[in-house]
Nanobody
Framework: QVQLVESGGGLVQAGGSLRLSCAAS????????MGWFRQAPGKEREFVAAISWTGGTTNYTDSVKGRFTISRDNAKNTVYLQMNVLKPEDTAVYYC????????????WGQGTQVTVSS
């Protein structure tokens, strides 16, 4: 079992920045690829970014490329999402998730953190 706790959300003006953190309670954090997802009101949850267990491979949804950066610190069991040049359309609840390297699905999810970008 992996428990994930997000933090760092809040209210920010358009053009501003936030850094989300996700702390994992597991002794085998490096066993998991990590991802960030978001869900806006009335919309389905969507993929935002992912990072491999080594941190050497990352990928992003097109709408955040060049603005968001995912990273991880395996010594701290934490994954981050640095969000710059935020736009009102980035407003959503952001979730982190963990995927065992041997599987293709994200099986562990955090409770989410609200990000609100005002125009």
């Amino acid at each position: 079992q992996v428990q994930l706790v997000e933090s760092g959300g809040g209210l920010v003006q358009a053009g501003g920045s936030l850094r989300l953190s996700c702390a994992a309670s597991t002794r085998t954090f490096s066993r998991y690829a990590m991802g960030w997802f978001r869900q806006a009101p009335g919309k389905e949850r969507e993929f935002v970014a992912a990072i491999s267990w080594t941190g050497g491979t990352t990928n992003y949804t097109d709408s955040v490329k060049g603005r968001f950066t995912i990273s991880r610190d395996n010594a701290k069991n934490t994954v981050y999402l640095q969000m710059n040049v935020l736009k009102p359309e980035d407003t959503a609840v952001y979730y982190c998730a963990a995927r065992d390297n041997n599987y293709n699905t994200y099986d562990y999810w955090g409770q989410g953190t609200q990000v609100t970008v005002s125009s």
